[in-house]
């Protein structure tokens, strides 16, 4: 009996919606057959969790069943984990015992990554080389026109962790060309500033926490990296909680849910309460509607509307100061922030009340007066953040159509701001009610 047209028709548009709605699996792919492969000689045994790609979040995985809470989602046996001990099992570990001053736990695994990658077919390790990607997009890795476009705070972190990855490189050198007697290439080429790059990046964004006994052979800093194929596939939810850490009796890393998740639907893990600044600058994503999200306000901004000829200015910059309240001022999803809004009843304390300044910080009501100017300027502030952040999606969109080659990136970028802008509407809406009361 022949189909008919409609229901075909229907029949393949549930199918897209529901690809739509949960992703496409992709456990097929070559790269990931010989991976599950490579795992499974490596102890670990076959699990509900499939790669698949998303709509949303792009690559991750799905269950092929239904997860309760409370349930174990996976158990990463430790021999398929990368530490540094695996690094020290390798040829490079006699090199790094004789190395002094001791190189860090973190070049360890670096150096570990960008060898494995040069040995290609000879790599024991390439099953999962070839899973991880190619380019990163955290803020080391972007042009600077395009971080030029982050709000003002992370802007001034990004510039940091570019400085830190160049130093950790020149710092290096000597160490890589160390190694030559392990390369037929000039050791110059092989551990270069791009391949360090992303072998930083791979280990910040991707190593799950695991802390290791301090050796001899090491730097002081904290050894508690491991990289964990398969499991890093886990995308981030703020929505979601879970239980992850090595179990010394199964000897393996094991993540628990704590929420439910339905057939065929992305499994989420939760890399901790961070806003989108920080998601951006460690992981080099954004999380829409993510409910620990803030928006910034740098202590120039706060300035701006206050008058200059305040001759008590001073003297409340320096409360403010040491009492640590000229950072990490924030309008929230709730509005401004108390530490925002103290900052602004301090700064707005007039000549007669300046001697109250104690019992501004502990959150009394000084005056009517003082409530009203610092919700005043609160809104002036909320306001020229909305006007900035309109004023970069407008040169972002620009941006998208002039350059190509910087799509991925601004759109990154867009996602921030737009989330911002969200944030700072809502905060808008609230100042306006608080004022309405007030009045």
Not at 67 to 88: F, R, Y
Not at 283 to 291: R, S
Not at 320 to 326: A, G, Q, T
Not at 329 to 353: H, I, N, Q, Y
Request: hydrophobic residues 35%.
């Amino acid at each position: 009996m022949k189909k008919s047209r409609g229901r075909t028709s229907r029949k393949r548009r549930r199918k897209h919606l529901q690809r739509f709605m949960y992703g496409v699996n992709c456990s097929h792919k070559l790269e990931y057959i010989k991976l599950k492969k490579w795992l499974k000689d490596r102890g670990f045994g076959d699990s509900s969790l499939r790669p698949a790609q998303f709509w949303g979040t792009g690559r991750g995985l799905m269950t092929t069943r239904a997860l309760q809470a409370g349930e174990l989602v996976i158990s990463l046996p430790e021999k398929c984990l990368v530490t540094t001990s695996t690094v020290l099992k390798s040829c490079l570990g006699e090199y790094i015992m004789k190395w002094k001053p001791p190189v860090s736990p973190l070049i360890a695994l670096c150096t570990f990554l960008i060898a494995e990658k040069h040995a290609g077919e000879k790599s024991l390790w390439k099953p999962y080389l070839d899973v991880l990607p190619k380019t990163y997009t955290c803020p080391v890795c972007l042009e600077q026109e395009v971080v030029q476009l982050f709000p003002e705070p992370l802007r001034k972190q990004a510039q940091e962790q570019r400085t830190t990855v160049h130093e950790l490189y020149m710092s290096s050198k000597a160490f890589f060309s160390s190694l030559q007697s392990l390369f037929a290439e000039n050791t110059a080429t092989i551990f270069n500033h791009s391949a360090l790059e992303w072998a930083w990046c791979t280990i910040n964004t991707r190593t799950i926490y695991m802390k290791h006994s301090q050796r001899e052979c090491f730097s002081l800093e904290p050894d508690v990296y491991a990289l964990a194929p398969f499991l890093d596939l886990l995308n981030h939810s703020p929505n979601v909680q879970v239980k992850a850490a090595f179990n010394e009796q199964s000897r393996s890393y094991e993540i628990q849910t704590n929420s439910q998740c339905k057939k065929y639907e992305e499994v989420f893990i939760c890399y901790g309460p961070h806003d989108n600044q920080r998601l951006l600058l460690e992981y080099g994503f954004v999380a829409i509607d993510n409910p620990h999200s803030s928006v910034y306000v740098s202590s120039d901004t706060l300035l701006k509307y206050f008058p200059p000829l305040d001759k008590q200015k001073n003297a409340k910059l320096s409360i403010l100061k040491d009492h640590d309240l000229l950072e990490n001022l924030t309008f929230g999803w709730d509005g401004p922030s108390w530490r925002l809004l103290t900052a602004l009843k301090v700064l707005s304390l007039g000549e007669d009340e300046f001697t109250c300044w104690r019992r501004a910080l502990l959150g009394d009501v000084i005056s009517a007066r003082n409530e009203q100017q610092a919700l005043n300027i609160t809104t002036k502030i909320c306001h020229f953040l909305i006007e900035e952040t309109q004023h970069v999606l407008l040169q972002i969109f620009q941006m998208k159509r002039d350059k190509e080659n910087l799509k991925e990136q601004l759109t990154l970028v867009e996602a921030l701001r737009l989330e911002d802008l969200k944030i700072l509407q809502k905060s808008a809406e609230i100042l306006c009610s608080l004022n309405v009361t007030t009045v």
